[in-house]
């Protein structure tokens, strides 16, 4: 069924009974022309364009545990194109642009809401740097500017501007087109996409090993039987280096966690993204009314998928520094996400030294916003063999040969 | 949360007020120019990433500021084994390793 107005309007009036199962559950086969690995929005988005785009109809997902219950669950949902240098900008605003446009692509609500991003500017210092920064947008046709403070008080009355604050505002650095996304949509509006194209989806099928011949992957061993393919692709963020061991290859990166938290529903007070590089928390207000915060990662290597106390005591505290109406608020929910650190905080896309096994990893920090480009890049070397031509510099070679993309200055806080 | 034990002050350190110094045993390739593109490379970008047991490197940052070598459990953060590295060079030195 396609979801529309009418659809909407027939099954409200008939109670709600006539919605058919968004996707299918798939029992896995013993081949298929191309298999990801990972059921996140990389890995769906990848199944979903190499079905589009590409024509495959013959593909296979695997998850090890369900589709979406990993980082794309976890995150704090945000979206933003604002980044520094041409390569990177060019590639994080294609995503923005395809998410701009997937509610149609994939007929399904995304909620996207570009409420505006905003980096709150404390200092001289930090006001040359989004200056600087701002720049660099224009250069890249990526929009981005600087308010004032009295713009700032304007738009979130309720931020201390005035009070006295522990760290003084400015002004602002804005994107307009930044804002957020209900992050659940991204996963299953990429599921029934790819679902409708033939895209079997394989949950609760863990990876178990690789059976190579010849530098080549013959066939991936999963929890729930052998699968041969000619070509696999793999988005499993945090656990990248996991699955890199066991098709033999080393990945320059570390699994840290990134943790978030809800306050209980409120009444609509916050209408941005607000990120202050002083306290270091960023924080919105989802269409349910729930404070969404988010702070620094933990600064040591784990893939335990839990928080925290010193984290929710540091962004918590942070919070009502920055808005003291915050203080009588409960917390509803706190969790963590393994997110896969990069030493030029940029991704790994395109080729592996494993001829037929293709890679999409190392967003770090900031997978979420980049669902929509990473599976389409992924889909596309998969499909091709070749890297797309907007992750010419982000291949894993460029640490052999020492072409770092340092997008660390650029990142929304300093991880 | 992490807790460690440390070994040269013997006090039990949490995660705040210890410094994480990333994995253990990464040694810089000598002589230098010897050294393959390839060997600097995993010096420099590759790492274990373990999920599993991992060693490691703390610092008791807010205590005694000495550096030690720990062994822990990537997903539970149980600490197998914490080892003082004036041990392990003395070790060394009678030829044992």
Redesign the interface.
Known sequence: MRYSLSSLIRNGLTGNRGWPQAWRKAEPKDRYDAVVIGGGGHGLATAYYLAKEHGFNNVAIIEKGWIGGGNTGRNTTNVRSDYMFPESAALYDFSLRLYEDLGRDINFNIMLSQRGWMTLIHDHHQLDAARHKANWLTCNGVDGEIIDAREVARMMPLLNVDGNPRYPVMGAFLQKRGGTIRHDAVAWGYARAADRLGVDIIENCEVLGFEKTGGRIAAVDTSRGRIEAPVFGMAVAG?S??IADMAGF??????RCLQAMVSEPLKPLLDHVVISPGTGVYINQTQKGELVMGGVL???????QRG???TIEKVVTAAVEMFPAFAGMRLMRHWAGIVDIV?DSSPILGATPVGNLFINCGWGTGGFKAIPAGGYMLAHSMATGKAHPLIKEFGLDR??SNRLVDEGAAAGIAH | ??VIKCPSCHEDR???ELE?G??ADVVRPTPPDGAS??TW??Y????????GV?Y?QWCCRAGCGQWFKVARH????EVAEVIRYEDRFAYQKEGGE
């Open positions: 656990h280096t996991v080393k990945l320059p990166v570390t699994s933990d600064l040591y290597h784990s893939y335990g925290t106390y010193p030493p640490f052999r | 949360m992490i949490h995660e705040e994480y990333g994995e593109d390839e490379t995993d420099l970008f590759m790492r274990t990433n373990t999920k991992h490691e990537t997903v539970s953060h």
